[in-house]
């Protein structure tokens, strides 16, 4: 999905499609975004294999901003216990990280962009 915003064109995705190069490239050449959104809730195991790498990869590829919200920590205290790898991140065109997230904090962080 592409959508205009006050701070440019985005791009929103979800965690599956960071999969799929092809997805991005339309949204960024064919549809004209800046600034590509992935939030994401990666298992433990994937993320630490492929979190940053496709992150940062994305936006290399792209020449674009990707802005990726990610679920972190344990998600119930009881049942299945499932845990996501976290590690939110902003990450510039050249793909240098802006700003991260260890994988069990929350909260807010501000970059600059353009």
Partial sequence: VACDSPVGKL????CYDVRF????????FQHGVDILLIPS????PTGEAH???????RALECQCY??????A?????????RQS???AMAVDPWGKILAEFDGSSSGVKV???F
């Fill in 66 to 71: 990707v802005l990726a919200a990610a679920q």
């Fill in 85 to 87: 790898w976290g590690h």
């Fill in 11 to 14: 791009g929103v995705t979800v």
């Fill in 73 to 81: 920590g344990k998600h119930n205290e009881d049942g299945n216990q």
């Fill in 21 to 28: 190069p092809e997805l991005f490239q339309k949204l960024r």
């Fill in 111 to 113: 970059v600059e962009i």
């Fill in 41 to 44: 809730a990666f298992s433990m």
């Fill in 51 to 57: 979190w940053e790498l496709l992150m940062r990869t």
